[in-house]
């Protein structure tokens, strides 16, 4: 069984020239207000309020994970997470969204659909009868084009993936045992199986499937393919074995966000741990998320990085601007909420916001620039040439002298992103440029190494639509 563990400490502000409102302790301490709060504690379990600085947390969580690659035998080093479920039980959906969360932490990850293959190698129009269980020729070829991506897989990995998605039916204990034999020496399997109760759910995935897959592209009778589809679906349902073997986690009914129940068995190790959590966490129900950066403070006008400076008159505009959107976009949403981090120029950009209660994560706060706080580019580089090189070859990993680096960054926003996954209402977070790109690459699944050029204006919401279908993306420039 994987082990519990809290991932933080939820904390009442407590200091007079703040806005009062929830803070959130993640064990990332702020440069300037890590220790300038007294606090109560709200949550049960270990307190993981740190005193240390962020690239020893990072550096403690990323030894977790080189430890089990180290000790564990060679095939437990590669993972592949093979789905199973009946169809339109939301199978691709989780593998995409796992695929996505898992490369954003780092890890190579791909996902490999067994659909792809098999309409690659036998086209995309085969009927309900090619998935019948008394067609020996249907098997036998599903059976291939199953093999094939399963080599796929196992080869890429030997070329350096960490951890293959394998998302298929999977429906029988003969196909599993099938792959299980394949990973032998190769990789560690773990089940990842999706049931749903729910007729209405269910229903609607069958509607989103004839309207989105390759399957159905080419028919354009919507009824003739919605019976075709159904007939294929009773074909799985007459020969589906339920997981009992191996390394196995069960998603029943928790599509909704509204409870369910998640299974486990004989599942160990800092990844497989992860992968639990995320998706316990994780859902189908739609809600917007509204990034915004800060309005322009004065450290910006100045060209400094770093501080705990007010805003300049265009921020304050900003606010207010932010403040009617807001109020019109999230109208009928009563149990919206607002992050922002610790740091003021945040806090005030959210003042003018009413009605909505307000949160403060101190892992929302600005990358930490170290001894480079408060500078301006050319002192840095006037002053310390070699980090300003350093740097500019390579943004991602470059960490400030007693500072942080973007992947620092990331680390730690880790249980932002599991809360916004976890969240049902809409959420706004008013943030910084360098955390703001990191939440962003999440969602719009970009590859780690463009994080730190992300353009990221001021004065700009990008609002992020999850849902179903996946994620969407709008902006709105307020000013110029």
């Not at 960490?162 to 032998?184: C, H, P, W």
């Not at 995320?278 to 998320?289: G, K, M």
Request: hydrophobic share 35%; net charge positive.
């Amino acid at each position: 069984m994987v082990e519990s563990k809290s991932v933080g400490t939820l904390i009442q502000l407590q200091k007079k020239d703040r806005p009062q409102g929830l803070y959130v302790d993640r064990g990332v301490v702020s440069p300037k207000l890590g220790k300038s709060f007294s606090a109560c504690s709200l949550a049960s379990g270990l307190n993981f309020g740190s005193t240390k600085a962020m690239p020893e947390a990072a550096g403690a969580v990323a030894a977790a994970a080189v430890a089990d690659r180290l000790h564990g035998s060679k095939e437990d080093r590669k993972l592949a997470i093979v789905l199973v479920g009946l169809p339109a039980r939301g199978k691709t959906f989780t593998a995409v969204k796992l695929t996505r969360y898992l490369r954003w932490l780092g890890h190579e990850t791909k996902h490999f659909n067994v659909g792809k293959y098999r309409r690659l190698k036998h086209g995309a129009n085969q009927s309900a009868d090619f998935f019948r269980p008394d067609n020996q020729e249907g098997i036998e070829a599903r059976n291939e084009v199953a093999a094939l991506a399963m080599e796929d897989m196992i080869d890429w990995m030997h070329g350096g993936g960490q951890v293959g998605i394998f998302d298929a039916t999977n429906s029988t204990r003969k196909r599993r045992y099938m792959l299980m034999k394949m990973a032998e020496g190769n990789c560690k399997i773990i089940f990842l199986e999706t049931i749903c109760n729910d007729r209405n759910i269910i229903e609607r995935n069958v509607r989103l499937k004839i309207q989105q897959s390759p399957d159905y592209a080419d028919q354009p009778d919507y009824e003739a393919g919605l019976q075709d589809f159904l007939e294929r679906l009773t074909n799985y349902e007459k020969v589906y074995e339920p997981v009992q073997e191996g390394s196995y986690i069960k998603m029943i009914d928790m599509v909704k966000g509204e409870g369910g129940q998640l299974q486990v068995n004989n599942i160990s190790g800092y990844l497989p741990g992860r992968i639990v959590f995320f998706l316990v966490n994780s859902h189908l129900a739609p809600r917007p998320i509204l990034l915004t950066r800060h309005g322009e403070s004065l450290h910006n006008v100045r060209g400094r990085v770093g501080g705990d400076t007010v805003l300049s008159e265009d921020g304050e505009l900003y606010s207010k601007k932010l403040a009617n959107f807001i109020e019109k976009r999230l109208k009928n949403e009563k149990t919206a909420t607002i992050w922002t981090s610790t740091l003021q120029r945040t806090i005030l950009t959210a003042t003018p916001i009413v009605g909505f209660p307000k949160i403060q994560w101190r892992a929302l706060d600005e990358i930490n620039s170290g001894v480079c706080d408060g500078m301006t580019y050319e002192e840095i580089k006037k002053i310390m040439p070699e980090e300003y090189e350093s740097r500019k070859k390579d943004k991602l990993r470059y960490r400030y002298p007693r500072g942080e680096s973007y992947l620092d960054v990331i680390q730690r926003l880790e249980p932002v992103i599991i809360e916004l996954e976890r969240q049902r209402a809409p959420v706004v977070v008013i943030s910084h440029q360098a955390v703001l790109r990191a939440l962003y690459s999440y969602f719009a699944d970009r590859p780690l190494r463009e994080v730190p050029d992300m353009e990221m204006p001021l004065h700009t919401i990008i609002e992020i639509q999850m849902g179903v279908t996946g994620v969407e993306e709008k902006r709105y420039k307020l000013m110029d």
